[in-house]
């Protein structure tokens, strides 16, 4: 692959997204407006260093994203880099890799890859394990709709959800991000438990809620596996619990918005939506 000239093109346009821009403004347009009473009641002051948000389609999930979106939009957030962690869903690849397009592609334009950035990253190029997958992609058309133009983004595909991984990863992006000296703002693209009844899921997600409020990443892997949680992104999470850690050990986390997949399409097995926000003092 020609890396200085590669476009990843849009994989699920018109499946987890729209497939014109009109339709993703509209959408995210509409979601931001239902989402208006409880957003006027948040307020976040410091820096925003990043997020969790989820990866699902935005017909369930856009009314949770948006809350982290809007609160960069409001605080005038204008990242050189943004730094987007995701799982892997089909299982190819490395056990971390980014993925060495150039550009990547939605219905809303291009966006550059930051691929000196990914350089200094020291973790494989791997094509194969960007295909297919979606959890970087879906989060593409709420940074170009909210964010200011200019953004590059860097995509950091996770297969292998270790907390050595993470922990490692978040402390290379911030000695690459001094390195280079970008403003960097890091999403932890996750969705939460997967296809159990509102209020089980609740429980299980709680005890995971619980550890990132407690600022424990290490304490996100165990309790995801030992009760078999099925938070999909939860490496993804740790790196950015890191990577906060590294700039502020007592950052904050904010709960902006929960919800699940039943509010949308009414059924006794969900999924879980989660929007954090992560607050450090640092600039």
């Given amino acids: 692959m020609d890396t200085k000239q590669s476009v990843r093109k849009a994989g699920v346009s018109g499946m ?6 009109d339709e993703i403004r509209h959408l995210l347009d509409n979601a931001l407006e239902r989402e208006g009473d409880a957003l006027q009641k948040q307020a976040v002051t410091g820096h925003i260093a990043g ?4 990866h699902a389609g935005m017909i369930y999930c856009a009314r949770q994203a948006v809350h982290f979106f ?9 990242p050189d880099t943004v730094v987007i962690v995701h799982p892997n869903h089909a299982g190819a690849g490395p056990a971390i890799s980014t993925d060495g397009y150039a550009f990547w592609e ?3 334009g291009k966006v550059p890859a930051d691929m000196s950035m990914a350089g200094k990253l020291n973790i494989p190029v791997s094509a ?3 295909a ?4 970087a992609e879906v989060l593409l058309p709420y940074l170009q709709h909210f964010l200011p133009d200019g953004f590059q983004i860097l995509s950091v595909n996770m297969l292998s959800q270790r907390h050595d991984l993470a922990r490692q990863l978040g402390k290379n992006i911030v ?3 001094r390195a280079l000296s970008r403003n960097v703002l890091v999403l932890a693209s996750s969705d939460f438990s997967h296809f159990l009844s509102p209020a089980e899921s609740k429980v299980l997600d709680d005890m995971v809620l619980q550890q990132i409020f407690s600022r424990n990443a290490s304490g996100v892997e165990e309790t995801v596996r030992r009760h078999q949680v099925s938070v999909c992104g939860f490496g993804p999470v740790m790196a950015l619990m890191e990577y906060a850690g590294e700039l502020n050990a007592d950052y904050k986390v904010h709960m902006l918005k929960r919800g699940h997949s039943g509010e949308v399409s009414p059924s006794h097995k969900v999924v879980n939506y989660v929007s954090l926000l992560f607050e450090t003092d640092a600039e």
């Fill in 132 to 135: 297919g997958e979606h959890s």
């Fill in 106 to 108: 939605t219905p809303l």
């Fill in 128 to 130: 194969e394990a960007q």
């Fill in 175 to 177: 000695s690459a991000a």
């Fill in 70 to 78: 809007e609160h960069c939009r409001r605080n005038k957030v204008n």
């Fill in 51 to 54: 997020g969790v948000v989820p």
């Fill in 16 to 21: 987890f997204y729209p497939g014109s821009a």
